[in-house]
């Protein structure tokens, strides 16, 4: 488990992480999603111990992680750009990376290099930004560590090797219990493969659950009430994050499970009434708004 406990990290007068505190289970694919500048690299660099919280403590299985060997052994750290040393090709990296990490698979590292079409001897320098990223995804999977941490790892990558990636992962965590944690925008795709999902805000945590809990805590209704007192009664009963009217369409994204909605729905009258599931992205949009993060305010006009 990754206990991360009201950690704190500013750059200067930046405060990029303010007080959060998660915990990453083992056996899950956790999804950290956020706005731009929310401290989701910070996080991620402060797990893989490369930063060091200025309050707070992080431990991986039960060991503080800054500066400790023996925790950074367990995680391989994937940064949104990865690093290679300077003129090194893949067989150099897959010599340093063996002796760091005592259980590097070898033999799966160089089959994937064939798999995905990647020369051994070739320079690094000279991949594409796309290449660098599988060589970096195939360098974590190999490593043997019980998590990886991807900071927006699957950006930049084409449709096919998204999913080729995403096979292997599912595929090494059945095998092995391997543990990502995968930071990313790109909702749609988290919402294939994480268990468990943390929202960031501004350096800080707005939610942390597991996946299916958030969708069944959010609720989407398109309704059409009868009277304008139907329409007030539901309004007040309901916890009503969002009221969009198309007409006399409400659209109405509210907080709680459908079972009590739907008992609120039972004592008003209305003429069309459909609950709709919700997307990652809706939830997103949803939670941040609440808090000020509106997509009407960036636009001009
Ligand atoms: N090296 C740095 N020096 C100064 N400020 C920094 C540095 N790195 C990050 N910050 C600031 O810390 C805050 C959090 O940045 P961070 O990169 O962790 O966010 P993020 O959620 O990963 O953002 P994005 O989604 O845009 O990549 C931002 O305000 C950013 O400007």
Do not use: W
């Not at 899950?28 to 929310?38: D, H, P, Q, R, S």
């Not at 698979?105 to 994937?112: H, K, L, P, S, T």
């Not at 994050?241 to 907080?255: F, Q």
């Not at 008003?268 to 992205?281: D, G, H």
């Amino acid at each position: 488990m990754i206990e991360i406990r009201n950690v704190t990290k500013s750059y200067d007068k930046i405060k990029a992480v303010d007080d959060v505190s998660v915990s990453i289970k083992e056996n899950t694919v956790f999804g950290l999603i956020g706005t731009n500048g929310a401290g989701k690299s910070t996080v991620l660099r402060m797990v893989a111990g490369v930063l060091e919280p200025e309050k707070g403590e992080i431990a991986i299985d039960g060991l503080p992680v800054f500066d400790n060997m023996e925790a950074k052994k367990k995680i391989y750290f994937i940064a949104d750009e990865p690093y290679f040393f300077a003129n090194s090709n893949a067989t150099d990296m897959q010599r340093y990376l063996c002796s760091v990490y005592p259980e590097f698979a070898v033999e799966d590292f160089y089959n994937y290099l064939v798999n995905f079409g990647l020369d051994k001897k070739r320079k690094i320098n000279t991949y594409s930004k796309g290449m660098k990223k599988q060589l970096a995804l195939i360098c974590g999977v190999c490593s043997g560590t019980k998590y990886l941490l991807c900071d927006e790892t699957f950006d930049g990558l084409d449709p096919v090797m998204r999913q080729g990636i995403k096979s292997i992962f599912a595929s090494e965590i059945e095998r092995r219990g391997m543990t990502p944690v995968i930071a990313s925008h790109n909702l749609r795709e988290l919402e294939d493969i994480c268990d468990h999902v943390g929202l960031l805000h501004k350096g800080g945590v707005l939610l942390s659950k597991d996946l299916e809990d958030m969708k069944c805590n959010i609720q989407k209704i398109q309704c059409v009430f009868k009277t304008i007192d139907d329409e007030a009664k539901a309004i007040k009963a309901l916890d009503i994050m969002k009221n969009e009217k198309r007409g006399s369409l409400n659209v109405l994204t509210v907080r709680g499970n459908k079972a009590e909605i739907l008992a609120v729905f039972a004592t008003v009258n209305t003429i069309f009434f459909e609950a709709l599931p919700l997307s990652l992205e809706e939830i997103f949009i949803s939670e941040t708004e609440v808090v000020g993060y509106d997509v009407k305010k960036l636009i001009l006009g």
